[in-house]
C-alpha cells in the first residue's frame, strides 16, 4: 500500500530540451539539475555517450534500447519522480528511429508525439535558443577550433582559437538549419514549446529557472536559493573583436558584388 500510495503522489513526469549547438542548454540544464527537482537533464540518448551513462548508472545495455530507456529514467529521476533529458536536432531522427525499432512504444503507425510521450510520461517541452544568430555562430567556431563546448572553471582550450570566416559562415548557416528543423518538428507534431533565449537566460538566471519550473510544474521548497551558474560565458574581447570583423569583411564582399 505504501509504494503504491508514493506512487499516486509522485506520478512520473518528463520533459526534453530541445536544443542546437552553443545555444545556452548547458547553461540552462545546469540550473536546473542543481535544484534537485528536475531530474538530471543530459544527452543521455546520444550514441557515443550511452556507455558512459550506462555504467555511470550500472546497466546492462544488451538489455536493448527499450530497456536503457526505462533503466536510464529510472536511474536518474529525482526523489520527486521527475525525469529530464536534452536532445540536439542533428540526431532527433536517429533518437526516433530506434525508439519506434523498439517496438516497446508503438509501431510504424504511431506519431511521433505519442510515440515520445508511450517513452516518456507526461512529456513536456522546452526550446531554447538565442536571438543573435552570428554570436552563436561565433561560439560554436571558436568551441570547433579550441575544444571546449562547455567553458567551466579549470577547463582548458587544446589550442588558441583563430579567426576563420569561412568557419563561421559555415556555423550560422548550420545553426539556422538546424533551428528551421525544431521548427518544422515542432509543428508536425503539434506542440508549442516554453522557449526560453539564452539572452534572457544570462540576464536574469534565476528568474528563467523558476519560469521553467512553473512551466514544469514542479516546485521547490521555500527559501531555496538558486546559485550563480556553474557555466562560464564564451563572450569576451576575441568574441567581440571577430564579430567586428566578419561584419565588416561581409558588408565589403557584398559591395564588391554589387558593383
Known amino acids: 500500500m505504501g509504494g503504491l500510495f508514493h506512487k499516486l503522489r509522485h506520478p512520473r513526469r518528463c520533459y526534453v530540451v ?4 552553443r545555444s545556452g542548454s548547458n547553461l540552462l540544464t545546469d540550473g536546473l539539475h ?9 544527452q543521455f540518448f546520444l550514441r557515443k555517450y550511452e556507455l558512459d551513462f550506462a555504467a555511470a548508472h550500472n546497466l546492462d545495455l544488451s538489455a536493448g534500447f527499450a530497456a536503457y530507456v526505462r533503466d536510464i529514467i529510472t536511474a536518474t ?3 520527486n519522480e521527475v525525469f529530464g533529458f536534452k536532445l540536439m536536432s542533428w540526431y532527433l531522427d536517429d533518437f526516433l528511429g530506434r525508439l519506434r525499432g523498439t517496438g516497446a512504444f508503438g509501431d510504424a503507425g504511431t506519431t511521433d508525439l505519442d510515440l515520445l510521450r508511450s517513452a516518456f510520461p507526461r512529456l513536456k517541452f522546452v ?5 543573435h ?4 555562430a561565433l561560439s560554436k567556431a571558436r568551441a570547433h577550433q579550441t575544444g571546449l563546448w562547455k567553458v567551466q572553471e579549470g577547463k582548458t582550450v587544446q589550442r588558441e582559437p583563430q579567426f576563420d570566416a569561412e568557419l563561421i559562415e559555415q556555423c550560422l548557416k548550420e545553426s539556422e538549419e538546424q533551428e528551421k ?3 518544422r518538428f515542432f509543428q508536425r507534431i503539434g506542440i508549442d514549446p516554453l522557449r526560453v533565449e539564452y539572452e534572457n537566460l ?3 538566471y534565476e528568474a528563467n529557472i523558476r519560469r521553467v519550473l512553473n512551466f514544469l510544474q514542479i516546485s521547490l521548497p521555500r527559501r531555496t536559493f538558486i546559485g550563480p551558474p556553474v557555466t562560464v560565458r ?3 574581447e576575441i568574441s567581440r573583436t571577430w564579430e567586428e570583423r566578419f561584419l565588416t569583411e561581409r558588408s565589403a564582399s557584398q559591395s564588391l558584388v554589387r558593383t
Not at 34 to 42: D, F, H, I, L, V
Not at 127 to 131: A, E, F, I
Not at 133 to 136: A, F, G, S, V, Y
Open 234 to 236: 564564451q563572450a569576451d
Open 18 to 21: 530541445c536544443a542546437i549547438p
Open 127 to 131: 526550446h531554447v535558443l538565442r536571438r
Open 202 to 204: 544570462c540576464e536574469d
Open 133 to 136: 544568430k552570428l554570436r552563436q
Open 34 to 42: 542543481a535544484t534537485r527537482r528536475a531530474g538530471r537533464p543530459k
Open 181 to 183: 528543423f525544431w521548427g
Open 77 to 79: 529521476a529525482t526523489s
